[in-house]
């Protein structure tokens, strides 16, 4: 079974560009959850959707935001770039939403905003 | 509010040795998830072990065990026999059904020949 995948990988914007990420789950998997990684910080949650609906969102401003597909597949989109939104975005993906299931993280998308 | 804290941000043992992480969390919770996960170097994360609360028994996976001390809200990770492949950057995390999950700000273990 293929792993999550996350696209693109790498990219570089400029400060109040906008940037779409996307990632695609493992096969049957149904909830996505999106995670922000800087170094001092760790991961910070930022969304989770299961089946279409966004189940949780972190505390981020409303410039960050997502959406799922019916397939399962997630996007999630960064408007107004600063330079702080630089940092590594990590995608998970879980066959279910509670906390039993294991998430799968995917390789992540490194944005560079300067 | 839920908070999980790491406080040893750099980590190093000799191979073949043992090592133990710290984890320490806050919540009100009774009922919860705790979780420890691995990112090697330019590699994906992965779960290495993971504690339901509500067991007294401290959960083990091969060489990697944890100390769970529900009233310390501590969640320490052993690893034993450490070996080349375990460096990397280690997190803990907690989660109750039904919410989101919180990571600390990770370990990052050295494995030194």
């Known amino acids: 079974k293929a792993g999550v995948t996350q696209t693109p990988r790498y990219l570089i914007k400029t400060r109040g560009q906008q940037v779409t990420l996307s990632c695609s789950p493992i096969?049957?998997?149904?909830?996505v959850s999106w995670y922000q990684q800087t170094p001092g910080q760790g991961l910070q949650f930022l969304f989770e959707?299961?089946?279409?609906?966004?189940?949780n969102k972190g505390n981020f401003p409303g410039r960050f935001s997502g959406r799922q597909f019916s397939n399962s597949r997630s996007e999630m989109n960064v408007s107004t770039l600063e330079l702080g939104d630089s940092a590594l975005y990590l995608c998970?993906?879980?066959?279910?939403?509670?906390?039993?299931?294991?998430?799968?993280f995917g390789p992540g998308t490194r944005l560079t905003v300067t | 509010a839920q908070t999980v804290t790491q406080s040893q941000p750099e980590m190093s043992v000799q191979e073949a040795e043992t090592v133990t992480l710290s984890c320490t969390y806050d919540?009100?919770?009774?009922?919860?998830?705790l979780f420890w996960y691995k990112q090697p170097p330019s590699r994906q994360m992965i779960l290495v072990i993971r504690?339901?609360?509500?067991?007294?028994q401290n959960a083990t996976e091969n060489r990697f065990s944890v100390n769970f001390q529900k009233a310390a809200k501590s969640f320490s990770l052993k690893i034993s026999d450490s070996q080349l492949g375990d460096a990397a950057m280690y997190f803990c995390?907690?989660?109750?059904?039904?919410?989101?999950?919180?990571f600390g700000t990770g370990t990052s273990l050295t494995v030194i020949p």
């Open positions: 919540t009100s919770e009774s009922d919860y998830y």
């Open positions: 995390a907690y989660r109750i059904t039904g919410n989101q999950f919180y």
């Open positions: 998970a993906s879980s066959l279910g939403g509670g906390a039993t299931y294991e998430q799968y």
């Open positions: 959707y299961f089946s279409e609906t966004q189940r």
């Open positions: 096969s049957g998997h149904r909830s």
């Open positions: 504690q339901e609360a509500y067991k007294q």
